[in-house]
């Protein structure tokens, strides 16, 4: 529907409408001479309110060109804040202060804004109305690093200063360190691994270790193990020519037995580190087949069918090992080695335990903190005079065995090569450190084993090897 403003009276356009199509706020155009108004000659002579100038009520005149219009520089104000207000996509709000500084990366906050639009007092006609909001320009994208986004829903806010990354722990965690010895000064060597075989040379010797250690426990009976190569192997980069087995034989339950073996190689053997090596593997094997009858010996405690079983035994283990040498094309003396050997049921109701050997070694009891060095050995005179004559296999095929008195609670039973039985029997030292160390009731833990069994003599410089049982009641 049209309005006829010839007809009908003055327009009602209102003044914001008007400003809508006329930007300028309907001040004057140059070479308009009706000042931009659609009507502007149109008379208002009969109206009743014609004349008023009361600028605090509505005036429907329309105000000659030449005269101030109250109410443009009021428009003129709004047009001026809504032209310059800035693009929504450049304007940056800065962030409001915290009264905690942030933490992590340094956000900069943009500048003071160069404009700031000044709120205008109230307008005659109009109602007071809220301040207007703060307009900044954004400030130039070098000077500032833009805001991080707010942590979505169930994240983490930061309200303090971020906790201190806590100090890494210093932890003092014990040490064995050098192994003891007797004297007031210890041997000149090392007491650590040294230079090592090749490979090209040998390389079963290469692969052998320097030391190794082992064990178990079954109830009543604690096995602890080790080896270590002597110092003198260390020294001339020589493999250790010691081995040993815990193994256990026969079938599942209390019909089984423990295998603790010991094999020490013969030094001027040039293939011993394998035959040592073979000799606790074959007699592992050997001694299995024959598991169900050496039980039922230590069972009955029956001394000569014992023997018989352990002979037999050990020449098939010497038959193998010459066997083997001759396969590899070497000379089965090459493969020299001792072997001595512990057999106990896992039954705990029989105390009885076999022994048998092939060469010389050790095999000493540690009852009530006092030590029996002749337990298998009577013709041992307890000097720690080092002998190199000996029965080895595969040439020596004979073994001697015999029953051990029964196990009491608390013994400490020791089956080692050369390497370590020679100097328990020389010195006195060394006596009361494995004492002290192995007789406290009490099986020490594998490490500590293997670093007690390493306690140092001078002028006993050989491999070393030991299978230590502790006995508990049953």
Not at 121 to 137: D, S, T, V, Y
Request: charged share 20%; hydrophobic share 35%; glycine share 10%.
């Amino acid at each position: 529907m049209g309005n006829d403003m010839n007809s009908a009276g003055p327009s009602r356009t209102s003044p914001r409408e008007q400003a809508q199509w006329e930007p300028d706020g309907g001040r004057a155009r140059a070479g308009r001479p009706d000042g931009g108004r659609p009507d502007a000659g149109r008379s208002d002579a009969g109206r009743p309110d014609a004349g008023r100038a009361d600028a605090r009520q509505p005036d429907l005149r329309w105000p000659d060109a030449r005269e101030p219009d109250p109410l443009d520089a009021t428009w003129q104000s709004a047009h001026q804040v809504f032209t310059d207000q800035p693009e929504p996509d450049t304007a940056v709000t800065a962030p409001e202060p915290s009264a905690t500084p942030p933490t992590g990366p340094t956000w900069q906050s943009p500048p003071p804004s160069s404009y700031e639009p000044t709120p205008s007092g109230p307008l005659p006609g109009l109602a007071q109305q809220p301040p207007r909001p703060r307009f900044e320009k954004a400030p130039p994208p070098s000077s500032y690093e833009p805001t991080p986004p707010a942590p979505g829903p169930g994240s983490g806010s930061v309200t303090g200063p971020a906790p201190e990354k806590p100090a890494a722990r210093v932890m003092t965690l014990p040490t064995l360190g050098a192994p003891f010895h007797s004297g007031p000064k210890p041997p000149l060597y090392a007491p650590e691994p040294l230079e090592l075989p090749s490979v090209r040379q040998d390389p079963t010797a290469a692969l052998t270790p320097d030391m190794v250690v082992d064990g178990a426990g079954y109830g009543a009976l604690t096995v602890r193990a080790a080896s270590v190569r002597g110092d003198s192997h260390r020294y001339q980069g020589e493999p250790r020519q010691d081995s040993l087995a815990v193994v256990r034989l026969g079938a599942p339950g209390a019909e089984g037995l423990l295998l603790l073996a010991v094999a020490d190689g013969v030094g001027s053997a040039a293939r011993s580190h394998v035959g040592s090596q073979e000799a606790c593997r074959l007699a592992a094997i050997e001694l299995d087949s024959l598991s169900a009858e050496l039980s039922e010996a230590l069972r009955s405690g029956d001394q000569p069918r014992f023997a018989v079983l352990a002979d037999t035994a050990v020449g098939r283990v010497a038959t193998l090992l010459a066997h083997r040498a001759r396969e590899h094309g070497d000379d089965p003396a090459a493969y020299a080695t001792t072997l001595r050997a512990l057999l106990v049921p896992l039954d705990l109701r029989v105390r009885t335990r076999g022994f048998l050997a092939v060469g010389d070694g050790g095999t000493a009891l540690l009852r009530d903190g006092a030590w029996n060095l002749s337990l298998t050995d009577p013709e041992h005179d307890g000097d720690g005079m080092i002998d190199t004559r000996t029965a080895a296999l595969p040439h020596g095929h004979r073994a001697r065995a015999r029953l051990l008195a029964p196990a009491l609670p608390g013994d400490v039973l020791v089956l080692c090569t050369d390497g370590l039985s020679t100097p328990l029997a020389g010195d006195a030292g060394m006596r009361d450190f494995l004492g002290s160390g192995w007789g406290n009731g009490t099986a020490p833990a594998p490490a500590d084993f293997l670093w007690q069994l390493q306690y140092r003599v001078k002028s006993y410089d050989d491999d070393r090897t030991a299978v230590v049982l502790w006995e508990a009641a049953p």
